[in-house]
Every structure is written in structure tokens, then in C-alpha cells.
């Protein structure tokens, strides 16, 4: 995770959809400048993905809705939506 962290600031990216994460259930975590929202299985670390958000875009984020291991979205704004 550190790693993605450091290559997300480096090219400046606030906004980023992952795959493969290897966390269980659904939630959200904060680490120094991001927050990682995501939707995972509950019982095995497989099909898993997310968003990465840099804090200096949080306030655009209206919600975030995990629907199943394989799919979530996050509501930017008033009317921008991005599936994952």
C-alpha cells in the first residue's frame, strides 16, 4: 500500500480505481494524505476493489456504496458517478 501511495503522489493522481487489495469486508481507511474506500468479501482476501482519494479532494465525495465484492461506485460532486 505504501508503495502505491508514494507512486500516486508522485505522478500527482488524486483520484484512482484499484483492483486486488486483499482486505476483508467494506469500509474506509485513512493513511497521511488519502483515503481508500473499499468493497471486498467477507470471508476471503479475492475479488476486491476500491478507490484511493487524496484528501485534497474529499470534499467532492458525495458517497461511496459498496455492492458486492466485484463492483462499488463513489459520487463525485452533484452528478459524476465512477464504477469500479
Partial sequence: MQILLHQLEKYYMDITCVKEMRR?????????????FYSF???????????????????????F??????M??????ENFLITV
Avoid at 44 to 61: A, D, M, P, R, S
Fill in 24 to 36: 476483508i469486508g467494506s469500509g474506509t481507511i485513512e493513511k497521511k494524505n488519502w483515503i481508500i
Fill in 65 to 70: 456504496q459498496p455492492k458486492s465484492p466485484r
Fill in 72 to 77: 462499488c461506485w463513489e459520487g463525485l460532486g
Fill in 41 to 63: 468479501d467477507d470471508k476471503e482476501h479475492k475479488l476486491q476493489t476500491g478507490f484511493v482519494i487524496h484528501k485534497n479532494v474529499k470534499h467532492l465525495i458525495m458517497n
